[in-house]
């Protein structure tokens, strides 16, 4: 890394945004993934707990469904009002605000005694952990050359997937050893922690003027001028598919699916799991450099969301696979699905610096949103097949994984027309 891509850009009007160098900005940059540990292993822990939710709590698969789903609702329905916060008062504010709000709910969880008090966490959790990627991104694409944002980007998401890692094998063993309420308490802990971090060691980035003095209807007009820029509309749709599919399996249906088509406990689960968290946090990082190695967006948005479709397809003809193609399953299915970095840094690139924040929630909306829809509607899928003993059989998971080919693919299809800016 020369000098100077190692600081970021000046800010408006001439100010640095961070000093000291390589080791300043290393620090930073892995501050910003920290806060996305914490919200990637706060939405992905309900898999590897799912059954033991549902023995304790006794939660059904639509409660299942809605307490895991609910997290991403609430967090698509902050998009819109976040995107305007995040141009008007900085990503470094929001972040500190909505901490405390991870920080309360995260107990609030680990206090939680019957479905209605997880449910209401789980919602406050997607409210406060739905900044922890927009407003990490907002401040690279103000902070650092045009050119790095991708990579940066990849970085954020594949440090941050290391919460998906945590929310597998780890979170299992914990749950195993001290319970899963201590696992969480220690979770708000940490989530403090890494807040005084922000504080100390984020400077906010100098807004864009015209955003600094908008009225909260300029704001929201400023949102629908995101939306008429060129392409967003399909764009938006392919963000509905891209991490959608990894949140279903890795997110969600992953665990009943491995209890009740293989027999395994909690331990084994949480060690299946853990492949596909460990290949998407490597994925996020080798995508975020694709589209330089490609030399454009489309082909290696393509090439991910192809792959994801045919493992899914895969999966939902044959229903379970022997031990060693389970393994190799996974493995590939969490690097395949890891190519949301490149579907970012394609809708940066259609958005101009005022509207960074609101195009990129924007989209995150759609990101997000697919995450609900998949889970939810698969939730409502399994509840049509019978659950003698409550153990759903292959067939409904198979259908659940076929639903979600089809809904890649419809994804790629109208993604196809998107200008591609580098190409």
């Not at 699916?257 to 492949?275: E, K, M, N, S």
């Not at 610096?353 to 997000?368: F, K, Q, S």
């Not at 899928?381 to 994984?401: E, H, K, W």
Request: glycine share 12%; with cysteine.
């Amino acid at each position: 890394m020369t000098e100077q891509t190692s600081r970021p850009a000046a800010a408006a009007g001439g100010r640095t945004i961070v000093g000291g160098g390589t080791a300043a900005v290393a620090a930073l940059v892995a501050t910003l993934g920290a806060t996305y540990v914490v919200s990637q292993f706060l939405r992905n822990g309900i898999a590897v707990l799912a059954p033991t939710l549902s023995a304790e709590l006794g939660l059904s698969a639509s409660d299942l469904a809605l307490v895991s789903s609910v997290f991403f609702f609430v967090f698509v329905a902050m998009q819109i009002p976040l995107g305007v916060a995040i141009d008007r008062f900085g990503p470094k504010r929001i972040m500190l605000v909505f901490a405390v709000l991870v920080v309360g709910s995260t107990l609030l969880f680990a206090a939680a005694t019957d479905a209605a008090e997880v449910f209401a966490a789980r919602a406050l959790m997607g409210i406060g952990t739905s900044c922890y990627l927009m407003a990490p991104l907002a401040y690279y694409a103000r902070s650092f050359p045009p050119e790095r944002f991708a990579t940066l980007a990849g970085l954020q998401l594949g440090v941050g997937t290391l919460g998906s890692l945590l929310a597998t094998a780890p979170l299992a063993l914990a749950a195993a050893a001290v319970g899963w309420r201590t696992a969480f308490a220690a979770t708000a802990v940490l989530m403090g922690l890494v807040g005084l971090l922000v504080a100390v060691l984020m400077r906010e980035p100098a807004a864009e003027p015209e955003a600094r003095h908008e009225t909260l209807a300029e704001g929201l007009r400023g949102v629908a001028e995101a939306w008429r820029q060129p392409d967003a509309p399909r764009l938006f749709v392919m963000n509905l598919t891209a991490y959608a599919s990894y949140a279903l399996v890795v997110g969600l249906w992953g665990g009943p699916y491995l209890t009740h088509a293989y027999g395994h406990d909690l331990t084994a689960r949480g060690a299946l799991l853990f492949v596909p968290a460990l290949t998407q946090a490597a994925g996020m990082i080798v995508w975020g450099a694709a589209d330089r190695v490609f030399g454009g967006y489309r082909i290696p948005t393509l090439l991910g969301a192809t792959a994801t479709a045919l493992l899914l397809l895969l999966l939902a003809v044959a229903g379970t696979l022997p031990p060693a193609g389970l393994w190799a399953w996974l493995a590939a299915f969490g690097f395949c699905s890891a190519f949301l970095p490149v579907v970012i840094a394609h809708g940066r690139a259609l958005f101009p610096r005022r509207l960074v924040g609101r195009g990129m929630t924007l989209m995150n909306m759609g990101t997000m949103g697919g995450g609900f829809l998949s889970q939810l509607l698969g939730g409502l899928l399994i509840n049509q097949f019978a659950a003698p003993g409550g153990v759903y059989p292959v067939d409904a998971y198979r259908a659940v994984f076929f639903a979600q080919f089809v809904f890649c693919v419809l994804g790629m299809l109208v993604y196809r027309a998107v200008r591609d800016p580098l190409r």
